[in-house]
Nanobody
Framework: QVMLVESGGGLVQPGGSLRVSCAAS????????MRWYRQTPGSQRELVATVSSIGTTTYADSVKGRFTISRDNAKNTVDLQMNDLRPEDTAVYYCNADVAVVHGAIKDYWGQGTQVTVSS
């Protein structure tokens, strides 16, 4: 019913910038909160940033001042602009959203993930 597709991951040097994007598609009535998580091998998935449907944002302490989450409600997209990247930001980044679908309840959907690697 709903797909979240991420794009924009890749390899970047420490101190560099990268932007990851996510687009939601399907039988969508409304998208509520949208989030970015990240995960490294052997670790739990970590919440990086959240943006509400009205644009309120929250960030993990580890990324405050470096990452910016934004959304386009008309296009059902969410972006994560990552600046001053550090090796410890290396992870698979996942998009997550709470979506109301046609003839259904509000459900939690995940993208497939995009790899971000910060290395010299």
């Amino acid at each position: 019913q709903v797909m979240l597709v991420e794009s924009g991951g890749g390899l970047v040097q420490p101190g560099g910038s990268l932007r990851v994007s996510c687009a939601a598609s399907g039988t969508i009535i409304r998208v509520f909160a949208m989030r970015w998580y990240r995960q490294t091998p052997g670790s739990q998935r970590e919440l990086v940033a959240t943006v509400s449907s009205i644009g309120t944002t929250t960030y993990a302490d580890s990324v405050k001042g470096r990452f910016t989450i934004s959304r386009d409600n008309a296009k059902n997209t969410v972006d994560l602009q990552m600046n001053d990247l550090r090796p410890e930001d290396t992870a698979v980044y996942y998009c997550n959203a709470d979506v109301a679908v046609v003839h259904g309840a509000i459900k939690d959907y995940w993208g497939q993930g995009t790899q971000v690697t910060v290395s010299s």
